[in-house]
């Protein structure tokens, strides 16, 4: 078999939600993906950058539900990739001023990443890619990925001010 071109990439997550509004006010609010469209009372589409949607919400199955429970195959968790160290930062601060609990931080060599929940307990990972040439490699050159901790008072240090 043939790879798949090395160009493809996931171009958007659809969640189910028990509060529609409540996903809002995490993935907006929160986060700041910016809502481009609501699909009536059970349905919203998020981006960022005016893309059509990254993330699609909705209720038309799990309305009102309790979260998915531990231990059962299903989604581990959606994964944001930002530009740089400096948009990580200030994901981070956001999450701090919304209260919302750091479940996990690790630096991966490859990448520098943040672990939370969003309010239904479905995992969301905030992360930031290292450039190539910085990759921890073994002397054949094969990728060594690592799970060493982050430290995210250092990370924290360097996020922008917000506006105001």
Known sequence: MTPVHPQTRIGHIHLKVSDLERAIAFYSGVLGFEVTQRYGRG???????????????????????????????????????YPDRANLADALRRVVAAGIPIQGAADHGVSEAIY??????????????????????????????????????????EAPQPLT
Do not use: C, K
């Open 116 to 157: 939370i929940n969003d309010p239904d307990g479905n995992g969301v990972e905030l992360y930031r890619d290292r450039p190539e040439h910085e990759w921890p490699r073994d002397a054949d050159g094969n990728l060594q990925m690592v799970n060493a901790p982050l430290d995210l008072d250092a990370l924290l240090s």
């Open 43 to 81: 349905a919203a589409f998020l981006s960022a950058g005016g893309y059509h949607h990254h993330i699609g919400l909705n209720t038309w199955d799990s309305l009102g539900a309790g979260p998915a429970p531990q231990g059962y195959p299903g989604l581990y968790h959606t994964a944001f990739l």
